[in-house]
C-alpha cells in the first residue's frame, strides 16, 4: 500500500464521522439522552484524529500524483487549502468536544453550553468537509467537476502549450 492508497482509504473516516457524529447528536438532544450525546463527542474525536492522520497522508500522497500525465496541480492546491481548513475546524470540535465532555462528567451546567458549540461547530465543520472532499475527489475524477471547472483547465492547458 503505498501514500495515494493509504490517504484515499483514511480520508473518509473523518467526514463520514462528521455525519455519524452529527446524526447521534440530534438524536441524543431529541430524546434528551446524555449516553448517546456523549457518544457524538466521541464520534468527533474519534473524527478529529482521523483527520490528522489523513492529513498526515495527504503529502505522500500527492508526491505520487502529482508526476500522473493529467493531474493538475490547481487541483491539488485547492484541496490542500481546503484540507487546511477542514483540519483546523474539525481540531476545534474535537476539543470541544473534550471539554464539553469533562464538564458532562462533572455534571456542570455549563456543559448544555458545550453542546450547543459542539453542534455549531459539527455544522461548520460539515459545510468545510464537503469542499475538502470534492476537492479531493476533482483531482481525479473529471466527472464530478463542474462544466466551468473543465472550460477553465482547458484554457490553462491551451495557454501552457
Request: glycine content about 8%; overall charge negative.
Amino acid at each position: 500500500m503505498n501514500d495515494a492508497h493509504l490517504h484515499l482509504a483514511i480520508n473518509h473516516l473523518p467526514i463520514v464521522g462528521l455525519m455519524i457524529g452529527i446524526l447521534v447528536l440530534i438524536v441524543g438532544a431529541f430524546l434528551k439522552a446524555p449516553q448517546v450525546k456523549a457518544t457524538a463527542l466521541g464520534i468527533f474525536i474519534f473524527s478529529a484524529l482521523a483527520a490528522i492522520a489523513a492529513n498526515y497522508t495527504g503529502d505522500g500522497a500527492e508526491d505520487i500524483i502529482e508526476n500522473i500525465p493529467g493531474i493538475s496541480e490547481t487541483f491539488i492546491e485547492t484541496h490542500e487549502e481546503y484540507a487546511e481548513q477542514f483540519l483546523t475546524l474539525i481540531l476545534i470540535l474535537g476539543g470541544a468536544s473534550l471539554i464539553t465532555f469533562f464538564l458532562s462528567i462533572k455534571k456542570w451546567s455549563i456543559a448544555k453550553y458545550g453542546y450547543i458549540l459542539v453542534a455549531i461547530l459539527a455544522i461548520t465543520s460539515i459545510i468545510s468537509a464537503k469542499y475538502v472532499g470534492t476537492s479531493g475527489g476533482e483531482i481525479r475524477h473529471t466527472e464530478i467537476r463542474n462544466e466551468t471547472t473543465n472550460i477553465l483547465l482547458q484554457n490553462k492547458k491551451s495557454d501552457d502549450d
